[in-house]
């Protein structure tokens, strides 16, 4: 049971391009999201997260959209660098329920 | 000012034996989770523990595995009687409090601990 889908395992993207990563939920009960970056042998590292009450959270090049009705977040990311190649993983959790549910990731390989 | 630290990264063990993971969480969190990733899969939950406490262990298979948090000292994850599809990416969590809306808070993962089973 995938309450966090992320349904494209990699995306290619040219340097200096816009990164655009989807996630959708199954779960109307989710009203905190989060994305974690992750690089091989680390664990992952906090982005950037943004609660049900907005649509959307900036924080330097990266971006969060929150679509409600759709249950569907995207993580943005512009322009995009050779450092930001990595594993994304979008996560959720509920108000009150500690576990955050994290989606299987997305690797994301910023070309030259 | 240390962030999660996991121990070993990378541990080898038979059919059969125990191994034991250990986590010391961000200084002054006292919520640690545990998170495993299976090859090509994403970072399932496992536990949820407080100081001497579970929260939620809805993660946990029923059999073999255990957690623990004490007063003192790192979490440890221990998984009896290991098979060989125990073999995964281990990684731990700590947060300050609660993860909740409006508070921003976040996990802080560690380093995680690769474990092979032979």
């Known amino acids: 049971d995938q309450q966090v889908k992320q349904n494209s395992p990699s995306l290619s993207v040219q340097e200096g391009r816009i990164s655009i990563l989807n996630c959708d939920y199954t779960n109307s009960m989710f009203d905190y999201f989060l994305w974690y970056k992750k690089y091989p042998a680390e664990g992952p590292t906090f982005l950037i997260s943004?609660?049900?009450?907005?649509d959307k959270n900036e924080d330097g090049r990266f971006t969060v959209f929150l679509n409600k009705s759709a249950k569907h977040l995207s993580l943005h990311i512009v322009p995009s660098q050779p450092g930001d190649s990595a594993v994304y993983f979008c996560a959720a959790s509920r108000n009150r329920d500690d576990k955050i549910i994290f989606g299987k990731g997305t690797r994301l390989h910023i070309l030259p | 000012n240390a962030g999660v630290m996991q121990n070993p990264r990378h541990l080898v063990r038979r059919r059969g034996q125990e191994a034991r993971l250990r986590c010391s969480p961000v200084k002054g969190h006292s919520h640690v989770y545990w998170y495993r990733q299976l090859p090509e899969e994403g970072l399932k939950f496992m536990v949820y523990l407080q100081k001497e406490n579970i929260i939620d262990e809805s993660g946990m298979p029923k059999e073999r595995f255990s957690a623990e948090f004490p007063k003192e000292g790192p979490s440890i994850l221990r998984i009896q009687q290991v098979v060989r599809g125990d073999s995964a990416a281990y990684f731990c969590?700590?947060?300050?409090?609660?993860?909740?809306?409006?508070?921003?808070?976040?996990?802080?993962f560690g380093s995680g601990t690769q474990l092979s089973v032979l």
């Open positions: 943004i609660s049900s009450i907005k």
């Open positions: 969590a700590s947060s300050p409090t609660y993860i909740n809306v409006g508070t921003n808070e976040k996990l802080f």
